[in-house]
């Protein structure tokens, strides 16, 4: 059987994580866990699986589970991870965005630090086969050194936003940045749990001089015709003897001069891409030194980014790093723009 494993949270996202198991043979659905009995028992018959709770402590006390995917709503990203770290739950893949603000992110920094669980954030995309066949097409010099990065996604930042950023550190090589500029617009509580402006835009300065271009919500790119504003995601990366460009539909890369185009199938790429997530997540609990890209630190870095725009957005400067985000910072964006948000879970 392999590494036991838990779905906690059962909405609608939840299958996506479930489904990659039909391509994993390492680890196994043995529990899911919801408030709802009613969702948690559809979830569990949905996907045979064999147990299913409405108490995240009683599942634990149970189980003795390896890995728990933790497919909830960001306004209480903190209070679950605690729990899963003081349960000594080896590895947790937590759903994106990691955080809503300043104050949560300052506290997930702090577990991160402290904490023996391995946090894997749920960033699926990076690990799609013609993501990775790109990034490796990239960091091999394929395209030269990399001078530009420029994603976009028609979503608002903590609807996908978060997600092409994700790529961007990817082919960046996940080296340092130094500043931030950034332009935020509107207003946007997506679905009651994902406060973001409505659009936003991202000036971002690497310290070896690549820059990144970072678009969300109106006005970005679009991908195709007769599609949902959710399926327009991109990366495009610029080097000094070629490009890539990822779509969630189709690709493209130079490769000696010449560009190579194709397409793909965004739901066959997600599922494998939520195998290979879930597979990194297992050779990380392996071997210490096996951490999976889209660790904990790395997406606190990330949201730092986002932490930025809106603090360069509120007092009209550019950001420089490193860059101690005031607490209340997006109360402070929330004010900035004339809206009115209660945390839900406050």
Known sequence: ????????????????????????????????????????????????????????????????????????????????????????????????????????????????????????????????????DLLEHVQSGGIGEVRCLDASAMLPMNGQGVHVLDLMFAFAGYIEFSAVQGACAGFDDINGTHPSPESASALISFVDGTRGVLQSGEGVPVMAQDQPRHMHKRIATYGTTGMTHWTMHSWEKTVDGELQTGEHVYAEEDTQGQANLTNATFDWIEDDDAVAPTNLATSLDEWLVILACYYSTVHKTVVEFPFDPPDDLLEQYIDFVGAKWENPHA
């Not at 996202?13 to 948690?40: S, T």
């Not at 599942?59 to 933790?70: F, G, I, R, S, Y």
């Not at 903190?78 to 899963?84: I, R």
């Not at 992110?105 to 023996?116: G, P």
Request: hydrophobic content about 40%.
């Open 1 to 132: 059987m392999g590494y036991r494993c838990a779905i906690l949270g059962c909405g609608g996202r939840a299958a996506g994580h479930a489904r990659a198991y039909e391509l994993i043979d390492r680890g196994e659905l043995v529990a899911c866990c919801d408030l709802l009995e009613e969702r948690a028992t559809s979830f569990a018959e949905q996907f045979a699986i064999p147990r299913w709770y409405t108490d995240l402590d009683e599942m634990l006390e149970a189980e003795e589970l390896d890995v728990v995917q933790m497919v909830t709503t960001p306004t209480i990203r903190y209070s679950l991870m605690k729990q899963l770290s003081d349960a000594r739950v080896p590895a947790v893949i937590v759903e994106k965005p990691i955080a809503i603000g300043a104050d949560d992110y300052r506290q997930l920094r702090e577990l991160e630090a402290e904490s023996d669980t391995k946090f894997v954030v749920n960033h699926q995309l990076r690990y799609h086969p013609r993501v990775l």
